[in-house]
Structures are given as C-alpha cells and as structure tokens.
Nanobody
C-alpha cells in the first residue's frame, strides 16, 4: 500500500518561498508519476504540477508557471515542490499524489488520474 506524507507547509508572507516535500513509502517510487494538487476552502481540488517517472518531464498549472518548480529524488522516494514569489491566492491545502505509469513518457494532470493521495499540508500566504 502506498503511503504519501507531505511536509513543509506553513504561514508565510506574500513574496516568500516555501519548499514542500512528499515522502513516499513504496518500493516502486521510480515507476510512479507524481503530482501536486491544492484545494482552497469552498473550491475544487486544483492541479498544480506533475512530474514523470524519471523527472525529465514536468507540467504546471498556468497560475504557478515561472514561480513553482517540481522535482523528485528517486533514491530518497521523495518529490518536492519549490514555491517562490508566493501570493495570497496560493493559500490552500497542498496534496501529493501518485500514479503508476507503465512507461516513462506518461504524465498525468487530472486528479482522477491519481490513485494515491497524502493527507495534505496547509500553506497560508498573508498579504
């Protein structure tokens, strides 16, 4: 069973940076596409970023392009989300997600594509 544990959230001011981490307990981390999603109160879960199995391909939501960066360390079973130039509208609970991929060229961006989820970490950006 896949277990994902996010960390690194917190309360910051607009313009600050945060780095989220997601540690995965699985033997086959390197065969899973990893994604970050977020959900603000009263809103639907929203795609933020995704990375393929090797880390060579990434996808970002338009709202975070140029500010956020997703990366992974397959030796540590960990995926990261570096968030720079944070804005109040980035305030949300951030979730890590995993999906097995049968080939390295796969990458997924829809929440329904992912079968394993973490418990989330709160990010609050004050103005």
């Amino acid at each position: 069973q896949v277990q994902l544990v996010e960390s690194g959230g917190g309360l910051v001011q607009a313009g600050d940076s945060l780095r989220l981490s997601c540690a995965a307990s699985m033997y086959t981390f390197s065969t899973h596409v990893m994604g970050w999603f977020r959900q603000a109160p009263g809103k639907e879960r929203q795609f933020v970023a995704a990375i393929n199995t090797s880390g060579g391909t990434t996808r970002y939501a338009d709202s975070v392009k140029g500010r956020f960066s997703i990366s992974r360390d397959n030796a540590k079973n960990t995926v990261y989300l570096q968030m720079n130039s944070l804005k109040p509208e980035d305030t949300a609970v951030y979730y890590c997600a995993a999906r097995y991929a049968s080939a390295g060229y796969y990458i997924f961006v829809r929440a329904t594509d992912f079968g394993s989820w973490g418990q989330g970490t709160q990010v609050t950006v004050s103005s």
